[in-house]
């Protein structure tokens, strides 16, 4: 049976959130398709053995008038089934003119107030007719991979991957304080990080790196996805802003302290490996898209007592 999941997500992270959705339906009706707005998506899962394909789709999602010619393009691949992890007339009426034969879908008319984790949790129980689904899974790398990174990095050192990068400036931690807390952790014990930040922002990850008293700093602004998801799952560690890096780390089993400024609970709520720190005085459930929180309320003893305290 060739099965299709549509992810209405741009964002690396919101697509690794729904992996093991995904994941739960390839294991009823084996290896999947999934239809993304998502352009590293594919870079990200090339290991994953219960994806078979991944397709972007970076047109026909825009405009109503794009139906028929997404209906066309869905008629390429004679899928049986589809299910639409998003409440989108368009995707929703292509898949029925395209004749496949089931389409499942979240309720079209409902997108306010989504939660990211339980919609697609209740999504994919009604669907598969099952409870309980999990709502993390394991992030599927191939074993060699890992053993290349960890020959080149002394395993008496703690990895830590500093999570320095993110989609926006609102969910961005202060820089000076990203060196300050790699200092305070040199001088208290041995460790070699990671700094994640992409192409973008080579000038924030120079700044890290010129201010930090040790020479244990691997910048990784100049490496593709495929290249950066080894060192993620070599780690002991994620700390820094909400991004696809903190996903993959928690997917691994690894435990990633996230800071949430202008980030929804929702994004870290589904894994027991997250660990949220939030400005003094605000409540998690106030903190969303908009909020806006001054990233200097998130101290760098703060961070550097939850590192401490979660290494072990």
């Not at 219960?50 to 010619?69: C, S």
């Not at 790196?209 to 020479?215: P, S, Y």
């Not at 400024?261 to 994004?267: F, R, T």
Request: glycine share 4%; net charge positive; charged share 25%.
């Amino acid at each position: 049976m060739k099965t299709c999941i549509y992810l209405s997500y741009k964002g690396l992270g919101a697509n690794l959130l729904h992996l093991t959705y995904c994941h739960e339906i390839a294991k009823t009706y084996g290896p999947v398709t999934i239809l993304t707005l998502c352009n590293n998506l594919e870079s990200a899962l090339k290991d994953d053995p219960l994806i078979e394909k991944i397709i972007l789709i970076d047109k026909f999602h825009k405009r109503f008038i794009d139906i028929l010619k997404l209906k066309k393009f869905l008629n390429t691949f004679n899928f049986d089934q589809i299910f639409i992890y998003y409440p989108s007339f368009r995707i929703y009426l292509a898949s029925i003119f395209s004749n496949i034969k089931n389409v499942y879908s979240y309720p079209i008319f409902n997108k306010k107030n989504l939660h990211l984790v339980k919609a697609a949790k209740r999504f994919t129980e009604k669907s598969l007719g099952i409870s309980n689904c999990p709502t993390e899974t394991v992030f599927f790398i191939k074993k060699a991979k890992i053993d290349e990174i960890n020959k080149n990095f002394d395993n008496k050192k703690f990895k830590i991957i500093i999570g320095a990068g993110s989609s926006g400036p609102s969910t961005k931690w202060v820089t000076k304080n990203f060196y300050k807390l790699i200092n305070r952790l040199n001088d208290s014990g041995n460790y070699h990080f990671f700094i994640l930040c992409g192409p973008d922002d080579k000038a924030l990850s120079d700044e890290i790196i010129n201010n930090v008293n040790k020479n244990n700093c691997l910048p990784m602004y100049d490496k593709k996805i495929e290249e950066v998801i080894p060192y993620l799952c070599s780690a002991n560690m994620y700390v820094g802003n909400d991004s696809f890096g903190s996903h993959i780390a928690s997917q691994s089993g690894i435990k990633s302290l996230v800071m949430l400024l202008d980030s929804p609970k929702a994004y870290t709520d589904y894994s027991k490996n997250y660990q949220r720190i939030i400005p003094d005085g605000i409540k998690i459930e106030d903190i969303n898209h908009g909020s806006n929180l001054k990233p200097e309320d998130i101290s760098v003893e703060k961070v550097y007592q939850k590192i401490v305290n979660n290494r072990f």
